[in-house]
T-cell receptor, first 114, second 112 residues
Framework: NAGVTQTPKFQVLKTGQSMTLQCAQDMNHNSMYWYRQDPGMGLRLIYYSASEGTTDKGEVPNGYNVSRLNKREFSLRLESAAPSQTSVYFC?????????????FGEGSWLTVV | GENVEQHPSTLSVQEGDSAVIKCTYSDSASNYFPWYKQELGKGPQLIIDIRSNVGEKKDQRIAVTLNKTAKHFSLHITETQPEDSAVYFCAATPYGNNRLAFGKGNQVVVIP
């Protein structure tokens, strides 16, 4: 049972480059999320998708775009990477986007922008 | 929006002792309070949660208590073991959405 799978695990980018973080879940969940984790800042929501075909901004959406490709997959794109986007990114999913539904996290993607 | 704060930021305990982490939240509409454990190099994993209609929940060596009046909830770990060493995050979300507001995390170190 893979759960939530993210790729790549590690990436180094130059300022201004673009890249896409891929995420897939095999739990048939309706809702998916992208978080970033920075030292001393906890986990902050970037974007979420309550269900297939919908996406909404979270707490820190600037500089990012997302695509809910299908029910399983939710990608995060950095169009022009900046050093401030150096972070650990976590994809997550839950059965539905309603309070009380357990959110399951992937293993994380470490991104460094130089 | 919801603001969640955790105290203390770092906690060291002797193996076998108890550890307590406290979180406060600001939004009285919050009704779901999960705790996540994050081991080094891994993603956060849910260890216990509580809903606003109960005051305490236990699962083996861990328990969570909720005081809605004071707007705080706490994680209690008894008989700590080295594998309890990790970062623990509390979170809160109001009814109707699953947009968890996370605290900044507590580093728990269990000293053998």
């Amino acid at each position: 049972n893979a759960g939530v799978t993210q790729t790549p695990k590690f990436q180094v980018l130059k300022t201004g480059q673009s890249m896409t973080l891929q995420c897939a879940q095999d739990m048939n969940h309706n809702s998916m999320y992208w978080y970033r984790q920075d030292p001393g800042m906890g986990l902050r929501l970037i974007y979420y998708s309550a269900s297939e075909g919908t996406t909404d901004k979270g707490e820190v959406p600037n500089g990012y775009n997302v695509s809910r490709l299908n029910k399983r997959e939710f990608s995060l794109r950095l169009e022009s990477a900046a050093p401030s986007q150096t972070s650990v990114y976590f994809c997550a999913s839950s059965e539905i986007q309603s309070s009380g539904n357990t959110i399951y996290f992937g293993e994380g993607s470490w991104l460094t922008v130089v | 929006g919801e603001n969640v704060e955790q105290h203390p930021s770092t906690l060291s305990v002797q193996e076998g002792d108890s550890a307590v982490i406290k979180c406060t939240y600001s939004d009285s509409a919050s009704n779901y309070f999960p705790w996540y454990k994050q081991e080094l190099g891994k993603g956060p994993q849910l260890i216990i949660d509580i809903r606003s209609n109960v005051g305490e929940k236990k699962d083996q060596r861990i328990a969570v208590t909720l005081n809605k009046t004071a707007k705080h909830f706490s994680l209690h770990i008894t008989e700590t073991q080295p594998e309890d060493s990790a970062v623990y995050f509390c979170a809160a979300t109001p009814y109707g959405n699953n947009r968890l507001a996370f605290g900044k995390g507590n580093q728990v170190v269990v000293i053998p």
